[in-house]
C-alpha cells in the first residue's frame, strides 16, 4: 500500500488511491492536488525569505486518478511581493486540471500592540478527543479520508451543520518526503465544505469549482483545525467559510464556492 498521496515518476507526480474523493471513485478529492500546487507554489518563489499570503485555486475539470504534470511561472516578481502561478496537468492529454495564483510576501517581524497581535484561541483538542470514524459518503476504506487523522470538537462527518474539526498527517503528501505543515493545511481545508455539509449528501450535489486560502502567519505544528460553516443558496450556488487554526490559535481562513444541486 503507498505511503503518500502522490509518488514521482520523473517529472510526473503519479496518484495514489489515497486521493480518491467521494463523488467519484475515477476523480481525486481536490484536498491533495492543493497541496501539490501549494508545494510548486513554494518552490518557485523567488523572495528567500518570504511566506504565503494568499493562494486561490480554481479547479478547471475533475482530477483523474492518474499522473499528473506541474508547470510554476512568477508574473510578478519582487523583493517584497511576488504573484507566483502554478499549473496542474493530465500528463496524457496536457489538458489543465487546476490552477494556483497565490501572493508571497517577504517575511518581517513588526511590533503589533498586544492586543491586536492577541491570537484568537483554537477550538477544544485536539488531545483527549476521540478519532472519527470513516464518514458514510466515502465508499472506498483508501480514500482521502485515510490520509489524515479527523477529530471534531463540534459536529461530526455524517451531522448536518457547522463543524470544527483538528486533523493530522497520516501519510506524506509526496513520497519520500516529509510534509510541511503549509502542506497539511491545504490538504486539509478543501474538506470544510465536508464536514460542515448541510444538505443529504445521497439527494444533492455541493461540488466546490474553487479554494482561497489567506494566511496571516504561517501554520505550525503537527496538529491543525478548521471551524467551517456552509450556505448553500437555493439558485445553484453556496459559500463555505471556514477559520484555520493551529495549537497557537488562528492562522488564516479559507472561502469555497460551491455548485449545488440535485443528485
Known sequence: MADAFYERDGDAYVATPYTRGPWSREHQHAGPPSALLGRAVEAAGRIEDGRLARIAFDILRPVPIAPLTIATRVPRPGRGVEQVEATLADAGSGDALMRATAWRIRAANVDLPGEVAAPEPPPPGPDGLPAATRPSFFADEIAYHAGLE????????????????????????????????LEHLLAMVDAASGISAVLDW?????????LTV??????????????????????????????????????GVSAQSLFVGSR
Open 150 to 181: 479527523w477529530r471534531f470538537a463540534r459536529g461530526e462527518f455524517d451531522g448536518p451543520g457547522p463543524a470544527a474539526c483538528w486533523t493530522r498527517m497520516r501519510i506524506q503528501l509526496v513520497s519520500g518526503e516529509a510534509p510541511t505543515p
Open 202 to 210: 445521497s439527494r444533492f450535489a455541493f461540488i466546490n469549482v474553487d
Open 214 to 251: 489567506h494566511l496571516e502567519r504561517p501554520p505550525a505544528g503537527e496538529w491543525l483545525a478548521m471551524d467551517a460553516v456552509t450556505r448553500p443558496g437555493a439558485q445553484g450556488a453556496g459559500v463555505c467559510t471556514s477559520v484555520l487554526f493551529d495549537r497557537d490559535g488562528r492562522a
